[in-house]
């Protein structure tokens, strides 16, 4: 029998709820489907160790999650830690290290979420976006001198690297490949970025070359906006930078009904590291305690690390069982506009796992 490794880092806020409820669903899974077994190595990082310790994570952190074969990721952010300690001393200290160049972000109306899209009963809108998740705006570069004097100065340099943008382009051409309608669009802002922009258009068109049995066009983010909303059929692979597919994404989860179902998954695809999986709602510390936090995005994101590790039988079952449980607005949570708690739905996500005979 098979058994995986995984470093389960649930982080802050309803990160600890999601984490734990998809630990269960997953065991269960894995009980259900018989040919592999998971082990989670269970680390406490985040916010509170950092108030304790100083830091985010131990500074052989790394190191002691290198080995495994996929990290569980719940969230990042605290009220009382400024945002940019918490993201940089965890979740980009595991990103960027490890690799994980390319960030996996699907988007579908699930059965029984309502679009706030008049247009849209579901089909409409299945799309995947691909997030350059190692340079760009999040490459750290940059600095501030002069503070809190009038001459202060503050850069944010986006760097972008031929390498860097070929290996997410050809990632992204290749999604596309992968899926039916083999569509890509590439988001870009080479009208207003003459640098950068206008190296990551011309590397598009150069490896496009390499696809020509997939369609791909070039859009501008702000126009994308637009896109997306009027007209969200015309979409399915989308390949942006760091920044833009952040916000993308954003947009992306609201649209297919709420941000509490949206997964993603930090890809190093060569596997020379583990990859990270996380839900993308973030530590949501308004609901956190209520036991009310959405575990859908959760139990996605371990559809995709299931994916990673191989079990496509496993990651299927568990994907049916998630569509059975959102048709059901009685097992929809707040964030929905229903009732329901983490605990009624992770139960119903069980039941539906070991009533699945498929
Ligand atoms: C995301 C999040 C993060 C990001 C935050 C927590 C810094 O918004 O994963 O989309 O911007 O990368
Ligand atoms: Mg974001």
């Not at 950092?50 to 985010?56: A, D, L, R």
């Not at 979420?113 to 009963?121: E, K, N, Y």
């Not at 570069?141 to 850069?155: D, F, M, N, Q, Y």
């Not at 011309?202 to 496009?208: N, R, T």
Request: hydrophobic share 45%; aromatic share 6%.
């Amino acid at each position: 029998m098979k058994s995986y490794r995984i470093a389960a880092i649930p982080g802050d806020g309803i990160g600890k709820e999601v984490i734990a409820a998809g630990i269960e669903v997953l065991q269960a899974l894995a009980r259900r489907e018989g040919g592999f077994a998971l082990t989670f190595d269970h680390f406490d990082w985040g916010s509170d160790y950092y108030k304790t310790h100083g830091v985010m994570m131990p500074e052989d952190g790394r190191d002691r999650i290198r080995h495994h074969d996929a990290i569980f990721f719940g969230a990042v952010g605290a009220p009382d830690v400024p945002d940019h300690i918490s993201l940089w001393g965890l979740r980009l200290a595991i990103c960027q290290p490890f690799d994980q160049y390319a960030n996996v972000r699907p988007t579908r109306v699930l059965p029984g979420i309502t679009s706030p899209l008049r247009h849209v009963s579901g089909p409409e809108l299945d799309w995947v976006i691909v997030r350059e998740n190692s340079e760009g705006e999040y490459a750290g570069v940059g600095g501030r001198v002069h503070r809190g004097l009038p001459e202060e100065v503050a850069t944010d340099v986006s760097m972008m690297t031929r390498t860097g943008v070929a290996r997410i382009i050809r990632f992204a051409f290749d999604m596309a490949r992968s899926r039916p309608r083999k569509l890509l669009t590439v988001v870009t802002k080479s009208n207003a970025q003459r640098h950068a922009m206008v190296m990551w258009d011309e590397i598009a068109a150069e490896v496009a070359r390499d696809y020509p049995d997939v369609t791909w066009d070039k859009m501008l983010v702000d126009a994308m906006t637009m896109r997306m909303t009027m007209k969200p059929e015309t979409i399915d692979t989308v390949v942006a930078t760091n920044l833009h597919a952040d916000i993308l994404s954003d947009l992306a989860a609201a649209l297919a009904g709420s941000l509490g179902i949206a997964p993603t998954a930090n890809l190093n695809p060569e596997r020379r590291f583990p990859s990270m999986f996380e839900p993308i709602h973030g530590s949501a510390f308004d609901i956190t305690g209520k036991g009310i936090a959405n575990p859908v995005g959760t139990f996605w994101t371990a559809t995709m690390m299931l994916e990673h590790l191989g079990e496509k039988s496993g990651a299927d079952r568990l994907m049916r069982a998630i569509e059975r449980v959102t048709a059901d607005p009685n097992l929809h949570t707040p964030d929905l506009g229903g009732k329901a708690t983490t605990r009624a739905v992770t139960d119903a996500v069980i039941a539906s796992i070991l009533a699945d005979n498929a």
